[in-house]
């Protein structure tokens, strides 16, 4: 449902996602990326190199010359912009569908999940 709504902007529901938090956090190695997203390195390096690609991230090199750390270009920003209103309404979508009790219990398992995929 998310990536069917956020394709009307041209992007994928994991690149929309490391957008956001990279623009949340301002800037982050690849490292704090894997751990926060529960993500494989092969998956986040892939989708790292689309976004950098499309324009949407910087990357500079970092503490030591194996770091590497990015950020969100202006261009991204206008990226998040755009894709935010689609993120939103296959949200409103799900939650509708969902019903309030069900979408709240869908929340904690899926905080639930991460969790367990982030300790294993």
């Known amino acids: 449902m998310y990536d069917q709504e956020l394709r009307k902007a041209d ?3 994991t690149q929309f996602g490391l957008l956001t938090a990279l623009g949340t956090v ?3 190695n690849q490292k704090a990326l894997s751990a926060g997203f529960a993500m494989d390195s092969t ?4 989708t790292l190199a689309l976004l950098r690609k499309q324009g949407w991230i910087h990357v500079k090199p ?3 010359r194996r ?7 202006e261009a991204g920003k206008r990226q998040i912009a755009a894709a935010q209103p ?8 799900l939650r509708e569908t969902l019903g309030s009790s069900a979408w709240k219990q869908m929340q904690t ?3 639930q999940v991460t969790n367990a995929a982030t300790e294993a």
Request: net charge negative.
């Open 11 to 13: 992007i994928e529901i």
């Open 26 to 28: 301002g800037e982050a």
């Open 43 to 46: 998956t986040l390096t892939r």
């Open 62 to 64: 970092g503490k030591d």
């Open 67 to 73: 770091e590497r750390v990015f950020r969100v270009t």
């Open 86 to 93: 689609h993120w939103e309404a296959a949200e409103r979508h």
């Open 109 to 111: 398992t899926v905080a």
